[in-house]
């Protein structure tokens, strides 16, 4: 039978190398949990084809984010996956939010020109975001109810038409004429004047 000895100072680095490792693992973080389910239906008869990997889900919650106040990281992570442009990320019970999306809530011009430049698809609240006054009168035309709409984080349309900058008062005003509403105040209104 062979006996190891190990000295103090065997231990000693020993324990002190594995503590360095286990400082070195990333901390699991509270992130994303899927919620059960279980189908009380027929399953669809088309199976999907799964030919390639998906977008890595910590990507485009980094993208997201970035998006909403960060137009160098926006581009730089664009460049490295350029299907980014259209991902969104569930933040939780349906609050789906794309990078279009947070840039324009927070009021970012900046950003969303370059994400509309680079393919995103517009919608009804990046454009009351932008002032554009007869593309909402046609999202409306075509779907009125739309006016009720929320968008990433429950913001309204309204919330959107008040960070249009030079436009605002006359998109709030006809937002107002097709449906009355409280409104609140904007925190992101000085924010997105002083990134034009």
Known sequence: ??????TRRTFTITA???????EDKPKPIGGPVEAEFTRDYDPPKFKPSWKAPQINRQLIQD????????????????????????AAIDWGA??????????AHMGRRDIVE???ENGARIDI??????????????FLTLQPKLIDARGPHGFNLH???QLAGDKANELVEYLQSVKKIE??????????????
């Open 1 to 6: 039978m062979l006996k190891a000895s190990i």
């Open 16 to 22: 002190a190398t594995l503590a360095i490792a286990a």
């Open 63 to 86: 993208f997201v984010i970035y998006a909403h106040s960060d137009l160098p990281m926006t581009k730089k992570l664009l460049a490295r996956e350029p299907m980014l442009i259209n």
């Open 94 to 103: 349906g609050d789906w939010e794309t990078g279009l999306g947070g840039a």
């Open 114 to 116: 370059f994400l509309l």
């Open 125 to 138: 609240f990046c454009a009351a975001m932008l002032g554009l006054t007869d593309v909402v009168k046609a």
């Open 159 to 161: 919330f959107h038409a």
């Open 183 to 196: 409104l609140k105040p904007n925190p992101f209104i000085k924010k997105s004047l002083q990134k034009k």
